[in-house]
Structure formats: structure tokens, C-alpha cells
């Protein structure tokens, strides 16, 4: 059982590059999220989907963009990386919410240094 | 938005010893979720509360709501290694969706 899968594992940028992280999820979850966790912080939530086509800004949203071309992908894109964007990256997904009584499925994350 | 205070930043305890981590919402909590994550890894879904005086317990872990849905609390019994890592409260402030804001965490070191 798959779940959450993310790529790559580990990254090093240097200041100005650009980079995509990819998640991928089997469970034919509607709802996906990219979070970033740093030191202290816990985690902030960056963008989220709530379906296929659909993306909407969390609570950091600026210097990151996504896309959610298929239901089973959300792609978290930065443009030209800064210093500041070091960080642990997590994408999780769930269902559709209704009840409540929900819980998100984290993938096991992505250091990313940019230097 | 919603914000969420974890007590201890940090916490190292002697193994078997019990411990209690907090979490204090500044609005009222529709959903209250503990997560865990060990070092270097995901996080790993706990327990969730959703009634004011809920309690619910998992193996050596008890998760409680307090009355007023503002403030829950983590107990471990007789701590082990195992318990190590960091944990997480996730809340949703509002009564539908699910985007969760999550806590500062609480880090558990487990002395054998």
C-alpha cells in the first residue's frame, strides 16, 4: 500500500533555481495539501486542493505555486528559490470533508536547502 | 485563523515515567487531532476529539477535550522509547472541511 508518495527524498538548491516536488496519492483522496515544517513552527499549510483543477492558497503561500492536473498528483513548483525556503515540505491528502471525523495520510516528507 | 499552543517545546523524561503534553486553542475547536511523527519521517494519524469532555486512549496514550472544546491534553503511561518523536496538535476551526493548522509540537526524548 502505496498512500502518499513523495519526490525527491532530499534536494540542495542553490538561491534562484527552480525546482517541482511531486506528491502522489492511491487512495482516491479529493483533498490534498503541501505543508512546509520548520523548527519550532510545526506546520504551516502552503497551498491546498480540493479537488482536480482546483488549488487555493493556505497560510504561506507566497514564492510557492501548485497544480493539480489529476486527482493523484499535486505538484508544489518554486520559481526561484530562496535561503528562507529551506525547509521540510510534507504533502498529506484525505477525503472529502463531511463528518468531521477525517484524518489526513502524510507522505514522509522533503528536506529541501537552499543555499 | 486558528492558532494552536503546545506545552512543553520539549520534553525528556526518564523511561516509565508518565508525562502530559498540552494543547490550547485560541477559538473554539470543531476538531482537535494528535499526530505523531518520529524523526525523519511523516506523520502518523493518533487520535481526533470532537465532543467537549471527549476522551479516548490508544494503547499508553489518552487524549482528552476539556468541556469548553479549547484546550486538550496528551497523557502517556508509562513512557518508552518507543514514544519518542514529536507530537502534533492539528485543529480545524470551522464545523466543515478539513484544513488543519497544527501546533508548534511538543519533542519527546525517552530515556532507557
Known amino acids: 500500500n502505496a498512500g502518499v508518495t513523495q519526490t525527491p527524498k532530499f534536494r540542495v538548491l542553490k538561491t534562484g533555481q527552480s525546482m517541482t516536488l511531486l506528491c502522489a496519492q492511491d487512495m482516491n483522496h479529493e483533498y490534498m495539501y503541501w505543508y512546509r515544517q520548520d523548527p519550532g513552527m510545526g506546520l504551516r499549510l502552503i497551498h491546498y486542493?480540493?479537488?482536480?483543477?482546483?488549488?487555493a492558497k493556505g497560510e504561506v503561500p507566497d514564492g510557492y505555486n501548485v497544480s493539480r492536473l489529476k486527482k493523484q498528483n499535486f505538484l508544489l513548483g518554486l520559481e526561484s528559490a530562496a535561503p528562507s525556503q529551506t525547509s521540510v515540505y510534507f504533502c498529506a491528502s484525505s477525503y472529502t470533508s463531511g463528518t468531521g471525523d477525517e484524518k489526513l495520510f502524510f507522505g514522509s516528507g522533503t528536506q529541501l536547502s537552499v543555499l | 485563523s486558528q492558532e494552536l499552543e503546545q506545552s512543553p517545546q520539549s520534553l525528556i523524561v526518564q523511561e516509565g515515567k508518565n508525562l502530559t503534553i498540552n494543547c490550547t486553542s485560541s477559538k473554539t475547536l470543531y476538531g482537535l487531532y494528535w499526530y505523531k511523527q518520529k524523526y525523519g519521517e511523516g506523520l502518523i494519524f493518533l487520535m481526533m476529539l470532537q465532543k467537549g469532555g471527549e476522551e479516548k486512549s490508544h494503547e499508553k496514550i489518552t487524549a482528552k477535550l476539556d468541556e469548553k472544546k479549547q484546550q486538550s491534553s496528551l497523557h502517556i503511561t508509562a513512557s518508552q522509547p518507543s514514544h519518542a518523536g514529536i507530537y502534533l496538535c492539528?485543529?480545524?476551526?470551522?464545523?466543515?472541511?478539513?484544513?488543519?493548522?497544527f501546533g508548534g509540537g511538543t519533542r519527546l526524548m525517552v530515556k532507557p
Open positions: 492539528g485543529a480545524d476551526g470551522t464545523s466543515a472541511g478539513n484544513m488543519l493548522t
Open positions: 486542493s480540493v479537488g482536480e483543477g482546483t488549488t
